[in-house]
C-alpha cells in the first residue's frame, strides 16, 4: 500500500478551545470518529493488512539484500530506487488520480506491486534471486505507489463527510505507522520460521484484500478536469512556493530531515549485523514510537510556537540519531529509537501542519505536493549518499554525522530564520 502522509492534517482539524471535552474522550473522539463510517472503516482494514505485509516484506528484503552482498550501498540503492519513482512522477499522479476513476487506479497500483512480490516470492523460493532483480522490482514497486499514492489520498474524501475528513487522515497516518510496529515483527517471526520467501508471498497476498475491498465499494468517479491549464497551475504552486520565505523554509526542513535522519532506518540491518531478531525488535521499536508521536500529534492540536517547537524536536532528534549510532547495541539503542520514531512522527507532522496553515486554499494541493516530493524526495537520496559513504567507512560515523548535520541545519533556521522560528 502506498504510504500515507504522515500527520497530514488540515484547518478543519483545529480544536475548539471554548467547548473542549475531558481528554480521554476529546482524544478517542479524535482518532475514532471516521469508524462509524463502513467506507472508511473497510479501506481502513484493507490498507492496513497492505501495510503490514509491505513492512514484513521490507524487513525480508532488507536482509536478504544483505545476505546476497553484504554491502551497505546496496541497502542505500534499493531504498533509493524504491523511492525515486515517487520523487518522478507524484505530481503526475495527482493529475491522473483527478481525471480517472479512484478506485481502478489503486486496484491497477495494488496489482502491479502484487506481481512484484509474487515474482520475488518465486526467484527466492528457487534460489535464483540476484541482487538486480530486487532492485528492478523495487523499481517497479515505487512507480506503482507514485500513481497508487495520489490516488489513495484523492479517495478518502469520498469515504467520509467533509468534517470528518481530518479524522480519518490522522487515522490513516496511525494505520501506517501501526503496521511499521507490527509488521517487522512479524516478518522477523515468519523469516526465522518459514523462510524470506514466506515473507515476499505474505506481502502478495496482502494485496489481495486491498482489491478486494475496493472492487465491492461503490464510489462516484472524479468530474472531468480541464487540461489544458495544468503546466499553468504547477507554475503557480511553484512561483508561491519561490516567494514565500516560510515555505520554502519548511521545504528545505522537510528535505534535510528525510536525507539526513531517515536512513537511519534503512541501514538498521548493518547495525544488527547477523541477528534478524534484533533487526525486527528494532524496526518494530522504531514503529512504536511513530504511533506513539501520532497520539502525541492528535492530543496537541493546534498550539502557539509550533515553529519554535519543530525546530526544537528537529535538533533533538539529530542528536537521538547521533547517539544511536555511536552507542553500542544495546538496552538504551531500543530508548532512543522509540524516541526517534516519535520525534520524526512529531516533525512531519508539524511541518505538514505548518505549510497547511500558511498556504491559502486555492493553491492548497499544488504546495502540498511541492512539500511531499520535497518530503518524500530525502529519503532516496539520503540513502543513496549514506549507503556510498558507509561502504568506506562504517555505519557508524555516517549515521553519527548527518545527525550532527540535521541538528547544525534546525538550529541556525531556530536562530536565524523568524518566519520558520514564529509560525
Known sequence: MAEPVIGDRGDASRPDPAAAPPLGSALFGRLAAAFTFAKFRNMWLAAFTSAVGTWVQRIAQQWLILSLTGSAFFLGLDTFLAELPLLLFTLIGGVVADRYDRRHLLMGSQGLQMACALTLTALVFFDVVQVRHILVLSFMSGLAQAFGGPAFQSLVPSLVPRQHLPNAVALNSIQFNLAQMVGPAIGGVVMVGLGMAACFGLNSLSFLVVIAVLGLMQVPPPAPATRQRLLTELGSGLRYVRHSRALRGLTVLAFATTSLALPIRAFLPVFAEDDVLLLSRMMTTFGAGAVAGALVVAWLGRFAHMGRTLLQTQIVFGGIVTAFALLPVGGASYVLLFLGGTALLVIASL??????????????????????????GGMPLGSLVSGTLIAQFSAPPVIAASGCLLSLVAALFLLGHRQVREL
Open 351 to 376: 511541518t505538514n501542519s505548518l505549510v497547511q496553515l500558511t498556504v491559502p486554499d486555492e493553491l492548497r494541493g499544488r504546495v502540498i505536493s511541492i512539500y511531499l516530493v520535497a518530503f518524500r
